[in-house]
């Protein structure tokens, strides 16, 4: 069955600085997406990557996907306070199920 | 911008009653899916929902839980005897088709006692 790990689980960084954080899943996966969740709150869609070196970019964050690799980083540069939250990443499985990451909690300090 | 509603928004239930949690998904939406939340933890698929019938549902989807689509806009999940580990936020999402991105409800936070 796929499974989709994500690192770091916790992440706290200063304002300014630059990281990316890593998604792995186990099998053949064609569609890849990203989530953001504040606390207490529910998960709002941030990309959805459907092909192998799709790259998309909003804002502060950039999400790429390697298929080949089953891999995809969310990257963040030059983080602000407001980025706070925890990112999950998901993966397609190919039927109508899509598998969640853990999440990566991220801190930015002021 | 349409969006995905959930009610209740928080429901307490004693171990072992009915719950009923209600969804309605995005009205041009066809794919309809439940997941669960336990607090500070990863979220888990339960099941999909497609075409009038089930298409697909994990291991934690056993014979407590069913779902259904008794008109064209309401989408609920009921868990037929809860536990206490049944305790959980409880998010539905919808889309329209199979490669856009799922749309997550604001969920139902249910605590067994």
């Known amino acids: 069955e796929l499974k989709v790990e994500q690192n770091p689980l916790f992440l706290s960084m200063q304002e300014g600085k630059n990281y990316t954080i890593y998604c792995n899943y186990s099998t053949t996966s064609d569609r890849l997406y990203w989530y953001r969740q504040d606390p207490g709150k529910s998960l709002e869609s941030l990309f959805v990557l459907l092909s192998n070196g799709a790259v998309k970019q909003e804002g502060r964050l950039m999400a790429s996907l390697d298929t080949k690799a089953r891999l995809s980083t969310l990257h963040i540069t030059a983080a602000v306070h407001d980025l706070s939250a925890t990112y999950f990443c998901?993966?397609?499985?190919?039927?109508?199920?899509?598998?969640f990451g853990a999440g990566t909690r991220l801190f930015v300090k002021a | 911008e349409p969006e995905v509603t959930q009610t209740p928004s928080h429901q307490v239930t004693q171990m072992g009653q009915e719950v009923i949690l209600r969804c309605v998904p995005i009205?041009?939406?066809?794919?309809f899916y439940w997941y669960r939340q336990i607090l500070g933890q990863k979220v888990e698929f339960l099941v999909s929902f497609y075409n009038n019938e089930i298409s697909e549902k994990s291991e934690i989807f056993d014979d407590q839980f069913s779902v259904e689509r008794p008109d064209g806009s309401n989408f609920t999940l009921k868990i037929r005897s809860t536990k206490l580990e049944d305790s959980a936020m409880y998010f539905c999402?919808?889309?329209?088709?199979?490669?856009?991105?799922?749309?997550f409800g604001p969920g139902t936070r249910l605590l067994v006692l």
């Open positions: 009205s041009n939406h066809l794919y």
């Open positions: 999402a919808s889309k329209r088709d199979p490669q856009e991105t799922q749309y």
């Open positions: 998901a993966a397609y499985t190919g039927g109508f199920k899509t598998i």
